[in-house]
């Protein structure tokens, strides 16, 4: 029976590597590839379509792209050479979760095996179902109460237990990886492009009436990506205070309502006074009859009828001189990305 080899011997925490980048063309791969560049990191981005994603690193001529599905393991591991971290920032509509998070987050952890890489992982706030408004901290009960809550808990107890050594089909060990899972709720920033963000941000800037999902009046936590990607980067400079599977909880900004959170991004757009409404989950509903990402969206409804936030004690332990972009800024920051 072979042994498990120390991490730090199999070269985990030499920061003088690669890291290798999945989902860079997204909101949180996106986000943290800047960052580690912005760091002198040598950066890997993976990708399917090549051409996007250089565009989209057209102003980082630093960042390596090379062509690769996550679904095909040996493409992710032949990328994944010389590489001491991975970030899996891939992601798939809701309706392609099943199967492709988890044959992704498979072959990500057989690659980190393989080249001894640690592995970076964005968390949600889906597993913890709906608690009430106080602020859930690392420890909070798991109480899904929706299938896709159900999933992110399996996805994260998979990544858990590659972190320790179990046997593999021919009864030797296999070689535990580190781990490291930020939590944070919904993005918003200049590398994030979705319905939740656009609707708020573009179409502030653009003078038309901004449009959430859920009840106005609810307090909502918002997430600044770049935020999440500094302090992503942060961690993993303290690593070794932390286990080798360490979830870190990432807070945003607790809007005391989303009509209050529209309001401020129309004042930092220029047009004050602008009107803001909720989407009508009835028409969520019907445009699910031909969408199923949408249909997928409907069990979501009480992250958006509730209120979810996280506490940033742990965060603020680890990372004492950490301190967020002001609201101001980042919504600014957003608003000219949409340019």
Known sequence: MTQPQDHEAHGAHDDAKPALVLGGTGSFGGAVA??????????????RNVGRAKQVFADCPGIEVVAGDVQEAPQLLAAAQGCSL??????????RWVP????????????ARAVGADVLFPGNVYGYGAQGPAPLNESAPVKPNSRKGRFRIRL???????????????????????????????????TVRNEL?????????????QTVFGQMDVAHEWLFVPDLARAAVDLLAVRDQLAPFEVVNVPGHLADS?????????EVAGKPGLKAKAMPWWQIRLFGLFNGPAREM???????????????????????????????????????SYR
Request: charged letters at 25%.
């Open 34 to 47: 800047r960052e580690l560049a912005s760091r002198g990191r040598a950066v890997r981005v993976m990708a």
């Open 86 to 95: 991975i970030v899996h920032g891939v992601n798939y509509p809701y309706d």
């Open 100 to 111: 492709y998070m988890h044959t992704a987050t498979l072959n990500v952890i057989s690659a």
């Open 156 to 190: 994260e107890q998979t990544l858990a237990e590659a972190t320790q050594s179990p046997y593999g089909d021919d009864e030797n060990e296999l070689e535990p990886i580190r781990v490291l899972v930020v939590r944070g709720g919904d993005y918003y920033g200049p």
């Open 197 to 209: 963000a656009d609707w708020v941000f573009d179409r502030a800037r653009q003078g038309k009436a």
């Open 258 to 266: 989303k009509a209050a959170f529209c309001r401020e991004v129309a």
């Open 298 to 336: 409907l069990e979501m409804r009480y992250l958006f009828d509730t209120t979810v936030c996280l506490d940033g004690s742990r965060l603020r332990g680890l990372l004492p001189a950490f301190t967020p972009t002001p609201l101001d800024e980042a919504m600014r920051i957003t608003l000219e």
